[in-house]
């Protein structure tokens, strides 16, 4: 932990920049994060019995539970957090030289993606979202490991998942990914199947449920419409998804950040500059990096047309998935 110190300076940096206004005795409420001072620990959702997902109880459990014992606090801890949690996690993962660590950083933990999902409260997703890098680390690792340590991936999924039901498809890229790109092929097979099975079973307490309740409102066609993935009036799908933006919940309150940063474009230009050339250098036969920037670009172009939903030229697959796999409509 010594070595990423610098990591975790500007990651407490960020959060004092960005949280100093909700410091204090008052409580935070943002849109999906609203979380009162009576809210019973244990409520009908919990357990499965209101139909709803029940993937993010543990976190909301944990999340309750600390606000009956610290009060309001509670509710902008998490935001304090994410930020050394993220700097700190993507440093180990990407590795290299502090230069490299602090801009690979920067840039993990201040963007679009973030400032839109601050905005809407979504705290969850935020953490897995801070927490990705080590668990794609232990992947990468799981791949060559042998004996119990393949199932390290299966612990890291589970949690995941209990912060936001999301990250059963984020992270299933990801392991996906890894096992396309992993020598010997068979042993990286045996781990990703042996962290399926582990994950099936840690995952009774959201499958359960829904044997025996039925959800009090039924996603479908229309809600695919009604939160499809956003466009920029001058760059159109593709480059607002490239620069991170187009959640569906534009106008939640605060301005996009490219609405006051002139030439933002220019900027979003130069960062995939800097990416294309780094995945080039990364992907070269000598280097040792070889592996992660394969799963990075095998993950990155799978999310990128993941994002637009049932829109762009895989809009098809995504709808069929939507319409017919389980949970896929999550």
């Given at each position: 932990m010594k070595e990423n110190l610098p990591e975790l300076i500007l990651g407490f940096l960020l959060s004092l920049g960005v949280c100093a206004p909700w410091l204090g005795g008052g409580r935070l409420l943002i849109l999906d994060w609203v979380?009162?001072?009576?809210?019973?620990?244990?409520?009908p959702g919990v357990y499965g019995l209101n139909g709803g997902l029940t993937s993010g109880a543990p976190f909301g459990v944990v999340v309750t539970l600390l606000g009956h014992v610290i009060g309001p606090v509670v509710t902008w801890l998490p935001f304090l957090a994410f930020f050394p949690l993220a700097t700190v996690s993507i440093a180990r993962l990407v590795g290299g030289s502090?230069?490299?660590?602090?801009?690979?950083?920067?840039?993990?933990?201040?963007n679009p993606f973030?400032?839109?999902?601050?905005?809407?409260?979504?705290?969850?997703?935020?953490?897995?979202?801070?927490?990705?890098?080590?668990a794609v680390l232990s992947a990468l690792r799981a791949a060559r490991a042998t004996g119990w340590?393949?199932?390290?991936?299966?612990?890291?999924?589970?949690g995941l998942i209990a912060l936001s039901p999301h990250y059963f498809w984020i992270y299933g890229v990801v392991m996906v990914?890894?096992?396309?790109?992993?020598?010997?092929?068979?042993?990286?097979?045996?781990s990703f199947l042996a962290s399926c099975c582990a994950l099936a079973?840690?995952?009774?307490?959201?499958?359960?449920?829904?044997?025996?309740?039925?959800?009090?409102?039924?996603?479908?066609a229309s809600d695919l419409a009604t939160y499809r993935t956003q466009g920029d009036r001058l760059f159109g799908l593709f480059g607002n998804v490239a620069g991170l933006y187009g959640f569906w919940r534009e106008r939640f309150g605060p301005r996009l950040p490219f609405s006051d940063v002139?030439?933002?474009?220019?900027?979003m230009l130069a960062i995939l500059v800097v990416v294309g050339l780094g995945a080039v250098a990364a992907l070269?036969?000598?280097?040792?990096?070889?592996?992660?920037?394969?799963?990075?670009?095998i993950s990155g172009v799978a999310g990128y047309f993941l994002a637009m939903g049932d829109q762009g030229p895989t809009g098809f697959a995504f709808r069929w998935a939507y319409d017919h796999v389980p949970f896929f409509a999550v």
């Amino acid at each position: 932990m010594k070595e990423n110190l610098p990591e975790l300076i500007l990651g407490f940096l960020l959060s004092l920049g960005v949280c100093a206004p909700w410091l204090g005795g008052g409580r935070l409420l943002i849109l999906d994060w609203v979380l009162g001072p009576h809210a019973p620990i244990l409520s009908p959702g919990v357990y499965g019995l209101n139909g709803g997902l029940t993937s993010g109880a543990p976190f909301g459990v944990v999340v309750t539970l600390l606000g009956h014992v610290i009060g309001p606090v509670v509710t902008w801890l998490p935001f304090l957090a994410f930020f050394p949690l993220a700097t700190v996690s993507i440093a180990r993962l990407v590795g290299g030289s502090l230069w490299a660590r602090l801009a690979a950083a920067t840039i993990y933990a201040v963007n679009p993606f973030v400032f839109e999902r601050i905005g809407a409260g979504h705290i969850g997703l935020l953490l897995g979202y801070a927490l990705m890098p080590l668990a794609v680390l232990s992947a990468l690792r799981a791949a060559r490991a042998t004996g119990w340590s393949r199932v390290s991936p299966a612990l890291w999924w589970v949690g995941l998942i209990a912060l936001s039901p999301h990250y059963f498809w984020i992270y299933g890229v990801v392991m996906v990914a890894i096992v396309a790109v992993s020598r010997p092929f068979r042993g990286a097979v045996k781990s990703f199947l042996a962290s399926c099975c582990a994950l099936a079973v840690a995952s009774l307490y959201i499958l359960l449920p829904h044997l025996v309740t039925s959800a009090p409102i039924q996603v479908g066609a229309s809600d695919l419409a009604t939160y499809r993935t956003q466009g920029d009036r001058l760059f159109g799908l593709f480059g607002n998804v490239a620069g991170l933006y187009g959640f569906w919940r534009e106008r939640f309150g605060p301005r996009l950040p490219f609405s006051d940063v002139h030439g933002w474009p220019f900027f979003m230009l130069a960062i995939l500059v800097v990416v294309g050339l780094g995945a080039v250098a990364a992907l070269r036969r000598s280097s040792p990096r070889r592996p992660l920037a394969w799963v990075l670009a095998i993950s990155g172009v799978a999310g990128y047309f993941l994002a637009m939903g049932d829109q762009g030229p895989t809009g098809f697959a995504f709808r069929w998935a939507y319409d017919h796999v389980p949970f896929f409509a999550v």
